[in-house]
């Protein structure tokens, strides 16, 4: 019975080991601060307002070592589309604020969100 007992116990140890973490996103706290994610098609970012402040969230692609300015982005806050990959908000102290960055170019070298004033 003991001997059971202990390989039950093994085996949900080995299974705990063998299970997959949960995909915890990127968190950015600062403004004017830049998070980026190689080689994605998409990137998501949790931002966490420092200050109550005006802010400007952008996407930004860089491929072949430079930033692509005509690459395709798309950025949503909280689930709504921007437009033209940029974001306006009006940020509150300690509020999070989910930023979700695409692209449809085929192999980026980055993906990045930049959250800065206007």
């Known amino acids: 019975m003991k001997a059971l007992r202990r390989r039950a116990e093994i085996g949900t140890v080995v299974l705990m080991l063998l299970q997959q973490p ?3 996103l990127d ?3 600062a403004i004017g601060a830049e998070k980026c994610s190689p080689r994605a098609k998409t990137y998501e970012i949790e931002f966490l307002a ?3 402040a005006t802010l400007e969230a952008r996407a930004k692609v860089v491929a072949k070592g430079t930033t692509d300015l005509f690459a395709a982005v798309a950025l949503a806050l909280d689930g709504k589309e921007c437009t033209e990959g ?3 908000l009006q940020a509150k102290k300690g509020q999070s604020y989910r930023l979700s960055a695409s692209t449809k170019l ?3 070298d980055e993906l990045c969100i930049v959250v800065a004033r206007p």
Do not use: Y
Request: proline share 13%; hydrophobic share 25%; with cysteine.
């Open 50 to 52: 420092p200050e109550n």
């Open 106 to 108: 085929s192999s980026p």
């Open 86 to 88: 940029r974001c306006g």
């Open 22 to 24: 949960a995909l915890a």
């Open 27 to 29: 968190t950015m706290e």
